[in-house]
């Protein structure tokens, strides 16, 4: 079971063998539509003789036939999916901006797949031959859409990168986290040090560890789902050092999880530790939103009191059940997408509980839907006012925050959120923020950002915090 949870599927033999098997299924499909298209014709099996396959062929060439056939199915899918993107952008409404480019194409392959299997189920082609034969040539067909349909969720998932393992996809590895141990918490009465300056760090170090813990919604009443802890190397040594705190959100849809599979965040903090003789944040990933479909906007609205929950509950869980280092000066908030902009609503608004934040692949302002309006509705009734003054641009053009700091990431192949960071960044400085702006390589809108944009981030924190000179 392990070695079956540790395949990877974003390179190696899973990916292979899906491309393999999705250009023999298309293949498939193509060549037996293109009967239809070749002027194939159903005769009796008395007459013609074909008894196996029930057609008298007039002489076209069903390779050329193919290839229009894969044209007109190409275009009708590419449509499809077009009116399905417009529906769920403006009428349903489900998602706050367009979906990245390569998620449509691959969604387009298997749209396609699914009207030639669909031509084959209503007997468009391939009708001939009855009894055991038909039941295998609608076996082989249903096999071939399937293939083409795994390939192209492999390659949505390469693109965001989210599952790097089957584990990761079946969500095995995360469901091994354990529970919050009592002997790690403030309550042991572990003795701590008043801060890093006064810490030595052991010969020998533990290796950080992950825990997980539901942090109760005790002011704001918000129901969350697990949050998970990352402790680190010294926060396991004793005494431990009062460290600083990274509270981080993950995209939407999504769930806390998120992080460390798609964000690899273990590896980035172990590492970053082992550079620092065992010193990294105390990192607390929180679930703003309630469900993996659920979308709260950070805010305090008719929706919910996120806002309320991320700015006093969860400082105050952390602070009352960890030993970490109570200073603002000390804290951060981070996140991706939904995430990232819900750090800056975070630090922005709440300036006196974090100091600095990590925003990647941010949104310019929250949003439940592509038309502004909709938004508004939702959360506050229409009124304009009452939301505009809740935004980061708004907070950050009526506001000075000098001695603060952000890191901004995005995508260089996400020219949307690119175009977001830009517009954040320069309100940002002019705000008096300490600002670093990055564009990841090769990178779209994508898990991809958050884990590469990492350990940069990181280092922009651990020199506002005396880690790293």
Not at 280 to 306: F, K, M, Q, Y
Not at 403 to 430: E, I, K, N
Not at 447 to 455: M, N
Request: aromatic fraction near 10%; charged fraction near 15%; hydrophobic fraction near 50%.
């Amino acid at each position: 079971m392990d070695y079956v949870d540790g395949l990877s599927l974003v390179d190696g033999p899973v990916v292979w063998l899906a491309w393999a098997a999705a250009v023999a299924g298309l293949a498939y499909l193509l060549w037996h539509a293109a009967i239809l298209r070749t002027g194939f014709r159903r005769t009796g099996l008395a007459r013609t003789g074909f008894a196996h396959t029930g057609f008298a062929h007039t002489g076209r060439r069903p390779p050329g036939a193919a290839v229009a056939v894969a044209a007109a199915v190409t275009l009708i899918a590419a449509a499809l999916v077009a009116a399905v993107h417009w529906f769920l952008l403006y009428a349903v409404p489900v998602f706050p901006a367009e979906l990245p480019g390569e998620s449509l194409a691959w969604s387009v392959a298997g749209v396609a797949a699914l009207l030639l299997w669909l031509m084959r189920l209503l007997g468009l082609w391939g009708r001939g031959g009855g009894g055991p034969h038909r039941w295998r040539s609608s076996a082989a067909a249903t096999a071939a859409f399937l293939a083409v349909l795994a390939l192209s969720a492999v390659q949505i998932n390469i693109y965001f990168g989210l599952n790097h393992t089957v584990g990761d996809l079946t969500g095995s590895a995360v469901a091994r986290i354990q529970p919050l141990e009592a002997d790690l918490t403030r309550a042991a009465g572990v003795p701590a040090a008043t801060g890093l300056a006064h810490w030595q760090a052991p010969a020998h170090l533990p290796d950080g560890v992950i825990r997980k813990a539901v942090i109760p919604g005790t002011v704001s009443g918000f129901q969350s789902r697990d949050a998970y802890i990352y402790l680190p190397p010294a926060y396991l040594s004793s005494p431990r050092p009062a460290l600083p705190v990274l509270v981080l959100f993950s995209g939407q849809p999504g769930n806390p999880a998120d992080w460390l599979t798609g964000g690899a965040l273990r590896s980035r903090l172990d590492r970053f530790a082992a550079e620092h003789a065992g010193v990294a944040p105390v990192t607390v990933v929180v679930d703003p939103n309630g469900s993996p479909s659920g979308n709260t906007l950070c805010l305090d609205s008719r929706i919910a009191r996120a806002d309320t929950f991320l700015a006093r509950d969860v400082p105050d869980w952390i602070n009352r059940t960890l030993d970490v280092d109570p200073d603002p000066r000390q804290w951060a908030a981070g996140g991706f997408s939904f995430g990232g902009t819900c750090a800056m609503q975070m630090l922005t608004r709440h300036p006196d509980v974090y100091t600095a934040a990590l925003a990647f692949s941010s949104e310019e302002e929250p949003a439940l839907a592509k038309l502004r309006a909709r938004t508004i509705e939702a959360s506050f009734g229409a009124d304009t006012g009452a939301f505009d003054r809740l935004t980061p641009l708004r907070v950050m053009a009526e506001n000075r925050f000098e001695g603060h700091g952000v890191y901004f990431a995005a995508g260089d192949r996400d020219p949307q959120f690119t175009g977001y960071m830009d517009v954040l960044s320069a309100a940002a400085r002019r705000a008096g923020f300490s600002v670093e702006t990055h564009r990841i390589a090769n990178a779209g809108h994508s898990w991809d950002v958050a884990s590469g944009g990492l350990p940069g981030g990181l280092d922009f924190l651990a020199r506002r915090w005396g880690i790293a000179p």
